[in-house]
């Protein structure tokens, strides 16, 4: 019995060897007429990156245009993910780092004045230059270089700040899972199975007047994602040899997703109270429960 396993392990090995070399020597695949030595897969295009609250902020920035109320001038400051949660294996963060950016593009769906604040280090190079004289303007300046003009930079009247600050992985969780098969040890077996798991994120935003440092906004929201997984699997003796089948599908709402549709939740009430204009009918449109 050695003998054989002996003999076993060193075909599998050969085999081996000879599989890597095989690879090493391959010869390199050729460059098609398109420049590419493999064309990628997928050609699902790109889309709008939309959440249920979108309409919602298109909705009070049109609202607001019509009645002619003007937007106060808007900065983002840093919204971070405060939770800590790490992605298991990963070594890194499990939620989106990006939450100013989330805020910009849905305070712009609003229709506000925004002005950069999130990252100014090509403009404060750029004021380097031509504190130097180093940089032309492309208006065409008499002086042939860009001047420096006090005020040329316009100052906001609001920032928007805060930082994602839960989550929270099992609130809830359901699974089952039947089984049928004879009770002989070597009978076929016949399972399937299913579970359901429920966890959210929150955030906690305010808005702070620029000129004052006073806190005239705040909101702290969460959204709960729903999980789910099906599976079933079988097995059966055919003789001397086992037969073992099993398949399975899973989904996750997208956490980030999730993140945005708070950001653009909370953007909808803050810019509803700056404009002067209840948020509730907008927020209605969309089928959103907190809409009085």
Known sequence: MTRISNITRSALCAALLSTVAACASSPEPAVGPTGLYARPIGSAPATSNATPYSRALFC???QARRTGRPSPVIAVGRISDYTGKQEEGMGGPKLTQGGSLMAISALAKAGADIVERFDTSVPEMELRFANNKLIGDAAGSPSGYRPIRQGQYLGSDYVLT????????NIRSTAAEAGVGGADAKSGRLVIGGKSYVMNVGIDLRLVDTRTMRVVDVVSYQKQILGREVGGGGFSFLGSNVIDIS???????????GVRSL???ATVEFMGNLYGLSPDPCLAMVNDPLAT
């Open 60 to 62: 009070i920035g049109e």
């Open 162 to 169: 805060g930082g994602i600050t839960e989550l929270n992985y």
């Open 247 to 257: 398949a399975g599908s899973g989904e996750l709402e997208p956490l980030q997703l």
């Open 263 to 265: 950001i653009e939740r």
